[in-house]
């Protein structure tokens, strides 16, 4: 293992890339996909399962760990990654972007934002530097630099007077941030779904500096036509040997476009979630579990899958399960999910390193369009 | 393993017996806990980390399964082993006393009962006949007669009449089970707390012929010391050749003071159940996780237990996670307390072994005693 952050593309294929992220907490294969473990748990997961599914490494969210908690209280217990008992890298978020969704009573200055929490009412304070503290005392690998993200639907002046406001609180992140060696800052390019900002954005992070770049302001409700319209010109703004990270995104036809226009890591939350409401995703498309035509199906939800779900149960079981609100529902169902999306990067590392990622694609669109296996 | 059904003594200490049940899918250490998998799971596990407590066994709920999914749809699909991805013994109650602190609108006759389903008010109907053959649907192992527990409280001619009725019904019970060598079917022993109604009870049972017998209505709520004092004499009324397993216990020194007593196998959902609502079952007796005493403790649970919750987390994460309403919270707790209760089993049978009862039943009482660790 590196003793430092250090990113290398081994392959190419069109824009898309495969390499990988040196850290001194193990390596991250790129393309990546982050699953997101919010308030220290990847929700239904044990942390040795989510590492089974294949991930390098998992995403937790400034906001809810600072409510909740708390960050001092996670640094004197020796950081987030003992805490939660997940010894690999972690990425976590600058808080921006859940304080502008869940938060109230909000206040945006130049200086940072006040809010009232969700949990309890009690009033915070985020800024790039107490984001920058916090994130240090989680002890994160992979620090974002606080942005802010701006409510939609906002006018193009609207968006490129917060992302101006955003590129200076990024050098007001890279400054707190300061020297760290082992630990990444990645700075977020905001500027909605305008190229020029969006260029005039990507200019000023590069300007300041960072170990890696996000993609912000994307999946935001703008429509997967409008994000890839984006990312067929916003990747290309940022620098070739630096991780390019899209956050939020997403579904996997969202992952396979985004990949394919050069995007090296995401995160979502989809596959946890679904997994929770009964919602599996297959390479045959997306599955209702609840439907009552499973609730005879001998069948495994995926035939060829090697996940506990697909390898254990039928779909009668997993059926039952979920209408019997069985926590192992949501345990068996978000473990399928999660390993579905990491099969899909394995896929897709795979497809690049061969320069095949074309023939990857029209077959991954193949068996979607194939739709989930007939009724019994 | 045996083609056949079995149980032999290898040794004992006092009333209480160490042993084995060979079955053909398995051997069952005894004195046994069976874990409780009403719906056809243990709640908050998977079936492989239920096997990795140590259990032999599993119990479930024919009055839960018949009504959802349906015994018979449990048949289609292979049987609840395969259904519930358990290969090793399932024993099934006969529905009896769940129907009666469950279901609505009984109406009890010498035939059986009729009642409301609690799930979605649908009429069933439940006799010696019925409840075997949906055990015989479910492919239960160890197969439970039906019988009839009399709602507390209750006069002595009450119970008497009760129990005359189980005793009918456990003959019919005998009939209908047929020959089904490599399944066992177990008598149940009614009467109360008087123990004239014990013997008489006894008695009819072992003039029937069981594979094994259970002692019945206790853990209603009759508190620890009356149960005592009937299992200070009920377990000798019983065949010493046969299982002897005592229904619905319990806390951990109920089961001490069942196994010393020559009791060999015992069920009860508390230690899943408590794992759901923040409780903890350790040798120092019970924790609950979520006094704010824990949210900044760094230690273990048990520094002495080797189950997951305690080798990878703080009582601060437990803690958290637990008022986050996290998954985890379920997972990790129930995980240690079958865990514990599994190695409380293991001690009892080990200590019976070796003749030296007294001398853990001394060391456990005075463990408990100390109480759980102190506040930093």
């Given at each position: 293992m590196s003793d430092r952050f250090q990113f290398s593309v081994s392959a190419t294929d069109g824009h898309a890339r495969t390499g990988v992220i040196q850290t001194p907490r193990g390596e991250i294969r790129t393309p990546a996909f982050m699953p997101v473990?919010?308030?220290?748990?990847?929700?239904?997961?044990l942390p040795e399962s989510v590492r089974a599914t294949g991930a390098d490494i998992l995403l937790g969210n400034t906001y809810h760990l600072m409510l909740r908690p708390g960050a001092e209280r996670i640094a004197r217990l020796g950081g987030l990654h003992k805490f939660m008992n997940w010894q690999r890298p972690i990425l976590t978020d600058s808080g921006g972007f859940q304080v502008m969704s869940l938060s109230s009573l909000r206040k945006l200055t130049e200086d940072g934002v006040t809010f009232a929490s969700h949990v309890d009412g009690s009033r915070h304070f985020l800024s790039p530097e107490t984001s920058m503290q916090i994130q240090r005392d989680l002890g994160s690998d992979i620090v974002m630099a606080f942005d802010e993200c701006p409510a939609l639907p906002a006018t193009e002046d609207e968006v490129a007077k917060s992302m101006r406001m955003s590129m200076r609180w990024a050098q007001r992140s890279r400054d707190a941030f300061g020297d760290r060696p082992g630990h990444a800052l990645f700075g977020i390019m905001q500027g909605g779904v305008t190229r020029d900002l969006r260029e005039e954005s990507a200019e000023a992070l590069k300007g300041i500096g960072f170990d890696g770049y996000a993609i912000g302001g994307l999946a935001v409700g703008e429509g997967q036509e409008a994000m890839f319209s984006v990312l067929d010109y916003a990747p290309?703004?940022?620098?070739?040997?630096k991780p390019r990270y899209l956050m939020g995104v997403g579904k996997p036809d969202d992952i396979v476009g985004a990949v394919v226009r050069g995007v090296d890591m995401m995160d979502c939350v989809l596959p946890s979630r679904s997994g929770r409401t009964g919602q599996a995703w297959t390479r045959r498309g997306q599955v209702?579990?609840?439907?009552?035509?499973?609730?005879?199906?001998?069948?495994?939800?995926?035939?060829?899958c090697t996940c506990p779900a697909c390898t254990g149960y039928s779909r009668a079981y997993l059926h039952h399960v979920f209408r019997a609100q069985e926590m192992i529902s949501g345990m068996l169902l978000t473990w399928h999910n999660l390993h579905y999306f990491q099969e899909l990067m394995v896929g897709l590392r795979e497809a690049i390193a061969a320069g095949q990622l074309a023939g990857f694609v029209t077959q991954f669109e193949a068996q979607r369009a194939q739709g989930d296996i007939d009724p019994l």
């Open positions: 473990g919010t308030a220290a748990t990847v929700k239904a997961m290309g703004f940022l620098p070739e040997d209702n579990i609840k439907n009552a035509r499973h609730a005879d199906d001998p069948r495994p939800l995926d035939a060829d």
